[in-house]
């Protein structure tokens, strides 16, 4: 295959692990929180996001640094992308623990 296209599907690959780890990562916090069982849910998603992540990283890098680079290259832009799509969701929950009276009223 062509050298470029690799390299350009690494980093596709890379930010394609990224959205699945941080995004699990949003979606374990949201569940997690309000579940009976938060350390079932918080070990279970880490176990399960480290190995998706990990057996991506060594499936993607076939063993050529380069490789490996931009799929981490990848995986770091995803967190900046899924960081800022979430940032909208982060202020509701928020609002809504100040109107039900969980959170205390800023001065």
Do not use: D
Not at 47 to 53: G, P, V
Request: aromatic content about 12%; glycine content about 12%.
């Amino acid at each position: 295959m062509n050298e470029p296209l690799t390299l350009v599907l690494a980093f596709l690959a890379g930010a394609g692990l990224g959205a699945v780890f941080f995004g699990g990562l949003w979606w374990t916090v949201r569940k997690g929180v309000s579940s009976k069982q938060p350390a079932l849910w918080f070990s279970g998603s880490l176990l399960l996001r480290m190995s998706i992540a990990l057996g991506g990283f060594y499936l993607v890098s076939g063993h050529h640094w380069q490789r490996l680079l931009l799929c981490l290259l990848g995986f770091v832009t995803a967190r900046r992308i899924v960081a800022w799509l979430t940032q909208a969701s982060r202020e509701t929950p928020t609002r809504q623990a100040r109107e039900a009276g969980h959170a205390p009223q800023s001065r």
